[in-house]
């Protein structure tokens, strides 16, 4: 008779603050629900299951039968319910309060829904920080589950120390930490149930040593159950292979023990201590990373995996999540507005009002575009557009006593250079004057909308994947015939949504945002323009700004922004300033930005000058969605096209799926170029191109002499009229 030891299963299901719902849907088609089937169907086995607040909104209106189902599994404890933070967000990345608040909120939710207090909680990516154990355990939990990875980094021994929990703490509060076996992880649902009973059969035979009963914890994605590519089929449907599993569970019951995470705390007494570092899975380490090294890392984890080394690879980790906030300019700005926000809610008088702006501001830290790997993140528009929406509505509720303009000059994004801030309603905007002086965010508050939420075209390390098939001709598109696995380039083949992805590998050189500026040779055409692949001969796109002026007096405001630089023509450096005011007016949707263009040089000069925008249109791949009319004509136009047009005066964008319309006004009719900022990045599907927004570049040419000036105005205006079709 072998020692009896215990399995504990456990299943985190999530969907992201603005998922679409048909993807939800699916989800729980394909995952969640044929899970609580095959609990139901096998009643002795225990597992724990966790579901995101945002997940849960979703079900309580479209699938209150399978919540009742779940009651009734969790009333026979054969379901533990695990909390966390209600809207799955990075609890080291948020302060305190919200930590506490966002878990605090989940255990109610799972009070009132199912009747119980949650013991434990699922930690997004399973991002740990030493910290983080004292605002768990004011929260009122006892545990957490985190990977074997963070254990291995300071030395614990997979084979040897990790079947059991450990108790670490913060300033003297003790938290449970339970390590997920990677085997487990990577062999369920993948490896074949006798291969997994027989490799737990040999756990059961190690000798104890009096340690109490051996756990093997396995906790992963309810998604893989169902959601990925084929795995639906293969788990629920002709594969059986849950239903092999749950039955080869029950058959071998009598030394195989199914238990809950809060089952074995309870009974069963920890192994010992452990502080674990600030980390998280192995594959976040490699994606936190910059991309070469983060390139570099995986192809060095390839080789010692192949060479069987697990003894090294433990000890490469890669970066951490905080990286990502250097990584990406758009991920640390969302970051820091959510913190400037949380300080005004939590600065707010108690009471109802108080309350709705927390719901708002939490749901804003939703964890899905604050990083980016192995599918969607930040390049995901619908999230990034809801996390925003979020914010400002949030924003919104905690100033709503406020009626005048506000402007405050600070270092917001924390790079040690001043932002400006402007604050009041219909209109926010937020300057980076050392990012070329631009306008980076414009929010419409009335419409809890940031019309500037686009994304800079950065390299990752996975299209050196894309590259290397498009060489070899081992990309598999959707028509593509299977290659052979007998084939040699089988193992190298890449899948893609579509053909010539390779071609729109395009990385730009500065941040995009609005209100840059341009000095273009002659010489430049649109598509250098488009492909971030010409020659620049000003000095301003990239470089600091000087803040003139900051004033605002609550009836208006005004912002001017200066740079003394210089245009190259040949080999001869010119000096030129460029000098731009932006004028906002209390209660009014519509800004103007004001050009001066001053020659300080000696000689006459012939300039190509542009003014570069952009919009951010949730869905603006879609003309369905989104469309350009230009001069007051009533023809729409799609947003995803290159495009090149003369004596432009006037042009709207607009949006139908949030009923915006953004027109832009020229004191002088330009040439005016279009494109759109597309990334390629890679899912489960393969690679995919994503619309990201669209650059308009208002283009003049000039003659200016010496001493002269040149000037023109740019007129933003937001209203709710989206023209449909």
């Given at each position: 008779?072998?020692?009896?030891?215990?399995?504990?299963?456990?299943?985190?299901?999530?969907?992201?603050?603005?998922?679409?719902?048909?993807?939800?849907?699916?989800?729980?088609?394909?995952?969640?629900?044929?899970?609580?089937?095959?609990?139901?169907?096998?009643?002795?086995?225990?597992?724990?299951?966790?579901?995101?607040?945002?997940?849960?909104?979703?079900?309580?209106?479209?699938?209150?039968?399978?919540?009742?189902?779940?009651?009734?599994?969790?009333?026979?404890?054969?379901?533990?319910?695990?909390?966390?933070?209600?809207?799955?967000?990075?609890?080291?990345?948020?302060?305190?309060?919200?930590?506490?608040?966002?878990?605090?909120?989940?255990?109610?939710?799972?009070?009132?829904?199912?009747?119980?207090?949650?013991?434990?909680?699922?930690?997004?990516?399973?991002?740990?920080?030493?910290?983080?154990?004292?605002?768990?355990?004011?929260?009122?939990?006892?545990?957490?589950?985190?990977?074997?990875?963070?254990?291995?980094?300071?030395?614990?021994?997979?084979?040897?120390?990790?079947?059991?929990?450990?108790?670490?703490?913060?300033?003297?509060?003790?938290?449970?930490?339970?390590?997920?076996?990677?085997?487990?992880?990577?062999?369920?649902?993948?490896?074949?149930?006798?291969?997994?009973?027989?490799?737990?059969?040999?756990?059961?035979?190690?000798?104890?040593?009096?340690?109490?009963?051996?756990?093997?914890?396995?906790?992963?994605?309810?998604?893989?159950?169902?959601?990925?590519?084929?795995?639906?089929?293969?788990?629920?449907?002709?594969?059986?292979?849950?239903?092999?599993?749950?039955?080869?569970?029950?058959?071998?019951?009598?030394?195989?023990?199914?238990?809950?995470?809060?089952?074995?705390?309870?009974?069963?007494?920890?192994?010992?201590?452990?502080?674990?570092?600030?980390?998280?899975?192995?594959?976040?380490?490699?994606?936190?990373?910059?991309?070469?090294?983060?390139?570099?890392?995986?192809?060095?984890?390839?080789?010692?995996?192949?060479?069987?080394?697990?003894?090294?690879?433990?000890?490469?980790?890669?970066?951490?999540?905080?990286?990502?906030?250097?990584?990406?300019?758009?991920?640390?700005?969302?970051?820091?507005?959510?913190?400037?926000?949380?300080?005004?809610?939590?600065?707010?008088?108690?009471?109802?009002?108080?309350?709705?702006?927390?719901?708002?501001?939490?749901?804003?830290?939703?964890?899905?575009?604050?990083?980016?790997?192995?599918?969607?993140?930040?390049?995901?528009?619908?999230?990034?557009?809801?996390?925003?929406?979020?914010?400002?509505?949030?924003?919104?509720?905690?100033?709503?006593?406020?009626?005048?303009?506000?402007?405050?000059?600070?270092?917001?994004?924390?790079?040690?250079?001043?932002?400006?801030?402007?604050?009041?309603?219909?209109?926010?905007?937020?300057?980076?004057?050392?990012?070329?002086?631009?306008?980076?965010?414009?929010?419409?508050?009335?419409?809890?909308?940031?019309?500037?939420?686009?994304?800079?075209?950065?390299?990752?390390?996975?299209?050196?994947?894309?590259?290397?098939?498009?060489?070899?001709?081992?990309?598999?598109?959707?028509?593509?015939?299977?290659?052979?696995?007998?084939?040699?380039?089988?193992?190298?083949?890449?899948?893609?949504?579509?053909?010539?992805?390779?071609?729109?590998?395009?990385?730009?050189?500065?941040?995009?945002?609005?209100?840059?500026?341009?000095?273009?040779?002659?010489?430049?055409?649109?598509?250098?323009?488009?492909?971030?692949?010409?020659?620049?001969?000003?000095?301003?796109?990239?470089?600091?700004?000087?803040?003139?002026?900051?004033?605002?007096?609550?009836?208006?405001?005004?912002?001017?922004?200066?740079?003394?630089?210089?245009?190259?023509?040949?080999?001869?450096?010119?000096?030129?300033?460029?000098?731009?005011?932006?004028?906002?007016?209390?209660?009014?949707?519509?800004?103007?930005?004001?050009?001066?263009?001053?020659?300080?040089?000696?000689?006459?000069?012939?300039?190509?000058?542009?003014?570069?925008?952009?919009?951010?249109?949730?869905?603006?791949?879609?003309?369905?969605?989104?469309a350009l009319r230009l001069n007051g004509e009533s023809e729409r136009l799609p947003l995803r096209a290159l495009r090149e047009?003369?004596?432009?005066?006037?042009?709207?964008?607009?949006?139908?799926?949030?009923?915006?319309?953004?027109?832009?006004?020229?004191?002088?009719?330009?040439?005016?170029?279009?494109?759109?900022?597309?990334?390629?990045?890679?899912?489960?599907?393969?690679?995919?191109?994503?619309?990201q927004g669209t650059v308009f570049l208002h283009l003049w040419r000039l003659q200016l002499e010496p001493n002269e000036r040149?000037?023109?105005?740019?007129?933003?205006?937001?209203?709710?009229?989206?023209?449909?079709?």
């Open positions: 008779m072998t020692e009896p030891i215990y399995l504990s299963l456990v299943f985190h299901n999530h969907q992201p603050v603005g998922q679409f719902s048909y993807v939800t849907e699916h989800s729980t088609h394909v995952s969640y629900l044929p899970l609580i089937e095959a609990l139901e169907h096998h009643p002795k086995v225990r597992v724990a299951l966790h579901y995101s607040g945002s997940l849960l909104e979703w079900l309580k209106h479209n699938q209150r039968e399978m919540l009742e189902r779940l009651r009734a599994l969790v009333a026979a404890e054969q379901v533990e319910l695990l909390s966390g933070g209600y809207y799955e967000p990075i609890l080291a990345a948020i302060p305190d309060e919200d930590k506490i608040g966002q878990i605090e909120k989940l255990n109610d939710e799972l009070e009132t829904l199912f009747s119980v207090s949650p013991s434990g909680m699922w930690l997004t990516e399973r991002i740990w920080e030493p910290h983080l154990a004292k605002p768990i355990v004011q929260a009122g939990l006892r545990y957490v589950i985190l990977d074997d990875t963070h254990f291995e980094a300071v030395g614990f021994n997979a084979a040897r120390d990790l079947f059991g929990y450990y108790i670490t703490e913060e300033q003297g509060y003790a938290l449970a930490v339970f390590p997920s076996l990677r085997y487990l992880r990577y062999a369920i649902p993948w490896q074949p149930v006798e291969s997994v009973l027989e490799w737990l059969r040999e756990q059961a035979l190690q000798p104890s040593a009096a340690q109490p009963p051996r756990l093997m914890l396995m906790a992963d994605n309810g998604e893989k159950f169902g959601t990925y590519a084929g795995a639906y089929e293969y788990c629920w449907g002709e594969g059986r292979y849950m239903e092999d599993l749950f039955t080869a569970l029950e058959m071998n019951a009598e030394w195989l023990k199914t238990t809950t995470p809060s089952q074995y705390l309870s009974r069963f007494p920890p192994l010992g201590r452990a502080y674990l570092p600030a980390i998280s899975y192995m594959e976040m380490g490699v994606w936190s990373l910059f991309t070469d090294d983060g390139q570099q890392l995986g192809e060095l984890r390839q080789r010692l995996e192949r060479e069987r080394r697990a003894d090294q690879l433990r000890f490469l980790r890669g970066g951490i999540w905080r990286n990502f906030l250097v990584k990406y300019d758009e991920v640390n700005h969302l970051h820091k507005r959510v913190l400037m926000v949380s300080r005004k809610v939590h600065a707010m008088r108690r009471g109802r009002k108080r309350e709705r702006a927390l719901e708002r501001l939490w749901a804003a830290q939703g964890n899905d575009p604050y990083w980016h790997g192995f599918s969607g993140g930040v390049y995901l528009f619908n999230l990034r557009a809801a996390n925003y929406a979020n914010l400002i509505a949030a924003e919104e509720i905690a100033e709503s006593e406020e009626t005048a303009l506000r402007l405050q000059t600070f270092d917001l994004d924390q790079d040690g250079h001043n932002d400006i801030v402007l604050l009041g309603t219909p209109l926010s905007a937020v300057w980076s004057p050392v990012h070329g002086g631009g306008m980076i965010e414009l929010d419409f508050r009335p419409g809890a909308y940031n019309l500037y939420n686009v994304m800079t075209r950065r390299k990752e390390s996975y299209h050196a994947r894309l590259r290397q098939a498009a060489a070899e001709g081992t990309i598999l598109l959707p028509t593509s015939p299977m290659p052979l696995e007998s084939e040699p380039p089988y193992s190298r083949a890449v899948r893609a949504k579509e053909a010539g992805l390779e071609q729109r590998l395009i990385y730009d050189w500065h941040r995009r945002c609005a209100f840059l500026d341009h000095f273009l040779s002659a010489s430049t055409t649109l598509d250098e323009f488009y492909r971030a692949q010409y020659a620049e001969q000003g000095d301003f796109v990239n470089q600091p700004y000087e803040i003139v002026e900051a004033h605002c007096n609550g009836e208006q405001a005004h912002i001017t922004l200066q740079r003394a630089g210089h245009v190259w023509l040949g080999d001869v450096q010119h000096p030129i300033t460029v000098r731009k005011t932006f004028q906002f007016f209390q209660g009014e949707s519509a800004f103007q930005a004001h050009y001066v263009l001053s020659q300080r040089g000696k000689q006459p000069l012939e300039l190509r000058f542009g003014i570069e925008t952009v919009v951010g249109f949730e869905g603006g791949q879609d003309i369905a969605n989104s047009l003369e004596s432009i005066a006037h042009y709207s964008v607009d949006t139908v799926l949030h009923n915006l319309t953004l027109l832009t006004t020229l004191s002088r009719p330009s040439f005016l170029w279009q494109f759109p900022l597309e990334t390629v990045t890679l899912s489960e599907e393969g690679f995919e191109r994503g619309y040149w000037e023109v105005t740019l007129t933003q205006s937001v209203s709710q009229t989206a023209t449909r079709l």
